[in-house]
């Protein structure tokens, strides 16, 4: 993993959950993330789903995107 630049934002202690993390702008989120202190969370499952959200956060980074077949098939 790179280091931290001087000069760079300083996340401590921010937890931050991120849709889309495993994708490729979501991969380098998190890695960002780690980098500035923050404490990143991958969500992964159904943001209209309200019980999905337990646990405490600061921040929302939303990067995931629903695929058109998908869509098609579950609006």
Do not use: C, N, Y
């Not at 991958?42 to 058109?68: C, K, M, N, T, Y």
């Amino acid at each position: 993993m790179p280091e931290p630049r001087e000069g760079a934002a300083d996340l401590s202690d921010l937890r931050v959950i991120v849709t889309g993390a495993r994708g490729f702008i979501g991969t380098h989120t998190m890695t960002a993330l780690k980098l500035a202190g923050a404490d990143p969370i991958s969500f992964q499952g159904d943001v209209r789903d309200a019980a999905s959200w337990s646990e405490r956060f600061d921040v929302v980074i939303h990067l995931a995107a629903a695929l058109p077949s998908v869509f098609r098939s579950h609006p």
